[in-house]
């Protein structure tokens, strides 16, 4: 769902397009005003992280929500890995510092979007392990989407920056989705008992 949504509004402005290794990339009016603001899209990612991470606290991993909320853990902590050794690797500069979308290897960070990244590795496992039952959860989906946009209307990433980092994002989710999770099995033992089951 979240591939066709942000692929049909991409490609719909491919028309402006500058370049970029999709040719889809081009510069957005400056927008940090209301919902789009920075310090609204910080609301959000580090929100949804702390959530997150306190549902993976409260459930423990003994529980099917507790194991997909630490399989959630693993994944940001992997794209984050993934992200840190990407920025420097490509050095693609930002829009808000050339309009030119082909300028790689200049020391920028905009190649891939961290932020588009660990939302989506957060939300994934959820994803995989209760969509089928329950659709609305697809829902949550809508967190890197803003991302995504929010990012590009402040002229942070580039439009292949974002869908990057979906791609690496959700690789990510479903990998940690597939195993136990790691993050959970290198902490002490009550980690896993969860602290609703100690009240």
Known sequence: MKWTILVAGFLSAAA?????????????????NGIWKTGVQDIVRYGSLAAGVGLALWEGGETRLGRTAW???????LTSVIVLAAKPAF??????????????????RSFPSGEVSQLAALVTPYVLEYGHENPAVYALELLPA??????????????TDVLAAFAIGT???????????MVLGVLPGGFSVGIKKRF
Do not use: C
């Open 16 to 32: 402006n397009a500058g370049g970029g290794p999709l040719g889809i990339d081009h510069r957005w009016n400056r927008d940090d």
């Open 71 to 77: 399989q959630s853990i693993d994944s940001v902590a």
């Open 91 to 108: 050095g693609r500069e930002r829009p808000r510092d050339t309009d030119d979308p082909d300028q790689w290897r200049k020391g920028g």
């Open 146 to 159: 803003y991302a995504a946009i929010a990012r590009m209307k402040v002229q942070e990433h580039w439009q």
């Open 171 to 181: 690789a990510s989710g479903y990998f940690a989705h597939r195993r136990s999770p």
